[in-house]
């Protein structure tokens, strides 16, 4: 299977949420889509489950053609951000109502129901409602029903962000366990960068409805598109210099070091990260963010230099990126 | 120290409600009325076996039930169906909303006024209508068989709204995503509506269901201006009954075991109808409507 999405569009009264999208997802491949909120990444989502009625371009599942096919008819398994689980009902009953909605005989039911309780390690937990469950366990419900689906297509409407962070980290070899691995094309929504780069093989940024750049995470770190990606992936955050005869010079704080000669600054605050330290400095370019090893020491003058191969250059006006 | 902050409420619901409620259950074990000089004699059962033995006051029972039965029941479906149509998305839906409540904001007395004066006969439009598809003058407000419906049809028209109101609000906390995902699946309105709306509803349902049973059980003023109980006390009500004992005929003893009857009984309504309201949409939730988060 293979999800391909043709110059892809909706217009809600005046204004576009999603414009000229195009992207390819192949088997067993997972794209994550991120950007700020509102950027239309949730809206995309909806577009390809059929949730919302697509304005322009179109949808394919190999080549079959659903840009106006109904939702049921589309076979993609949705994991809701709130996990939709009906409140007024049991583990077993929720994975259940989707089954006997699609006819699936009662005899059938049961067992698929029971194979996949022991998928997700919820055996004990069939005949509890959702309300008893944990964060996690609610999840594992959500995904369960998805898997349930047998879907051509997998849609993850940001699965994690209800969860704490720690769970969230414990849970992606779950999620890989479960849905990464069965071979089908997968869109994972995210606006946490990092899950987007532990998870997905590729990443797509959107911005105010269109997609600037889809590429793998390292690409994405090391090539971006455009300003607006170099300054969205990547924590602690790119420095820009001050712009100079139309162009913004960006630099990664992890390039930066200190040398005898170079930019004198002037250290502002200083954050420990266990494993590395990040220090604010003050420079005669701006604000300037260098990350190292804790097992630095911090000289009395300050200099800092990178190389210059290390540097991004974008267009000041436009943002994109300059050879 | 918190229960303290209780007092000035519970003392309002002392004064207005349990004190009057003990003193009707005292009352009704006693005579007074003009024969007794207005002073009250303990009479031992004997209300209670005169009302046993009224034939009026069974009549009047019927009546209140059917009145109440039917036009609660109509209501339900009709507030259901309005409050679906208010929680669609469509142009105008606003302005409906607001209008919709009209009837319910305007005084009983006053659109009762105004339907004795549309049901009227010869000079009403209703009269005027049944003349023209056909039917001839039917005389709503004359003919026992038809008064009790135009009554029905006026608290219909009034108290709707309200019940509609109470299942709006419950609507609104029912989350898309929930529809979205058996949408998903291949779940139609059908299913939707039996599978999510139904079950997640039942508390405001039941909410608006007892409100209503309640309030159409003491039915007084739409019937006082309406009909006046009339015709040959066809459309009378037992709150009606009630109060012509006391302030016509001032038998205050025989008024107040009608009343303690009245109370018993639409407890008791209460009761059958949630438990009945429970049986007709199963759900195994014990934290009833919370939605999970």
Redesign the interface.
Same mark, same amino acid.
């Given at each position: 299977m293979t999800l391909q999405i043709q110059n892809l569009g909706r217009r809600v009264g005046q204004q576009w949420i999603v414009r000229q999208l195009n992207l390819q997802v192949d088997d067993g491949e997972c794209v994550a889509l991120v950007g700020p909120s509102g950027c239309g990444k949730s809206s995309t989502l909806r577009l390809i489950a059929g949730l919302d009625a697509v304005s322009e371009g179109e949808i394919f599942f190999d080549q079959t053609k659903v840009t106006h096919a109904m939702a049921a008819q589309r076979a993609v398994g949705m994991v809701f951000q709130s996990y939709a689980l009906l409140p007024h009902l049991s583990v077993t009953a929720n994975l259940e109502l989707g089954l006997r909605v699609r006819g699936v005989r009662p005899s059938d039911r049961q067992q698929r129901i029971q194979a996949m309780l022991d998928l997700v390690q919820l055996q004990d937990r069939a005949d509890v409602l959702p309300a008893q469950l944990s964060g996690g366990q609610r999840q594992r419900v959500a995904l369960a029903r998805a898997l349930l689906r047998d879907p051509e297509v997998y849609l993850l409407d940001e699965p994690m962000s209800n969860l704490d962070a720690q769970l969230r980290e414990e849970l992606r070899p779950e999620l890989r366990r479960l849905v990464l691995n069965r071979q089908k094309p997968v869109i994972h929504v995210t606006h946490d960068q990092h899950e987007a780069m532990a998870i997905a093989d590729r990443i797509a940024v959107l911005h105010s409805g269109r997609i600037q750049q889809v590429a793998t995470p390292a690409e994405l770190y090391h090539h971006p598109e455009t300003l607006f990606i170099a300054k969205f992936i990547g924590r602690p955050q790119i420095n820009c210099l001050r712009p100079s005869n139309g162009v913004v010079c960006a630099v990664r704080p992890e390039s930066l070091t200190f040398a005898s000669e170079g930019i004198p600054c002037k250290l502002i605050s200083r954050e420990w990260l266990g494993s590395s330290q990040l220090l604010y400095l003050d420079s005669p370019q701006g604000p300037l963010r260098l990350s190292c090893s804790t097992a630095v020491d911090i000289p009395e003058t300050i200099h800092v230099s990178w190389k210059a191969s290390d540097e991004h250059h974008f267009d000041a006006a436009s943002g994109i990126r300059l050879p | 120290m918190i229960a303290l902050l209780l007092v000035p409420a519970l003392l309002l619901l002392v004064v207005v409600f349990v004190g009057p409620l003990f003193r009707y259950a005292w009352l009704s074990f006693h005579a007074d009325s003009v024969i007794t000089g207005l002073i009250a004699i303990s009479n031992g059962g004997a209300n209670w076996l005169r009302l046993v033995q009224d034939q009026r006051y069974w009549q009047d029972l019927f009546q209140t039930l059917r009145f109440a039965g039917v036009s609660v029941g109509l209501e339900l479906v009709l507030a259901l169906l309005i409050a679906l149509l208010l929680d669609q998305r469509w142009r105008g839906r606003d302005v409906v909303r607001t209008l919709a409540l009209i009837p319910w904001a305007l005084p009983t007395t006053v659109m009762a006024l105004g339907w004795r004066w549309i049901f009227n006969t010869p000079y009403g439009p209703v009269d005027h209508l049944t003349k023209i598809i056909g039917l001839g003058s039917l005389n709503i407000l004359g003919d026992p068989s038809l008064t009790w419906m135009a009554t029905v049809w006026a608290d219909v028209w009034k108290t709707t709204p309200f019940a509609a109101l109470i299942l709006l609000a419950g609507l609104q906390t029912i989350?898309g995503? &929930?529809y979205? +995902? &058996?949408? &998903?699946? #291949? #779940?139609n309105a059908l299913?939707c509506l039996r599978?999510?709306t139904l079950? &997640?509803l039942r508390p405001y349902i039941l909410l608006a269901l007892l409100f209503r049973l309640a309030q159409a059980f003491g039915v007084f003023d739409l019937i006082q201006v309406l009909t006046g109980g009339g015709p040959a006390s066809s459309t009378e009500s037992i709150a009606l009954y009630a109060y012509w004992n006391a302030l016509r005929f001032l038998d205050f003893g025989y008024s107040a075991t009608i009343i303690m009857a009245s109370f018993i009984l639409i407890s008791l309504i209460c009761v059958i109808a949630w438990i009945a309201l429970q049986l007709i949409i199963p759900?195994? $939730?014990? $934290?009833r #409507? +919370?939605? $999970? $988060?």
């Open positions: - | 989350p995503d &929930l979205e +995902a &058996l949408r &998903l699946e #291949g #779940g299913i599978r999510i079950p &997640l759900t195994h $939730s014990k $934290s #409507g +919370a939605v $999970s $988060s």
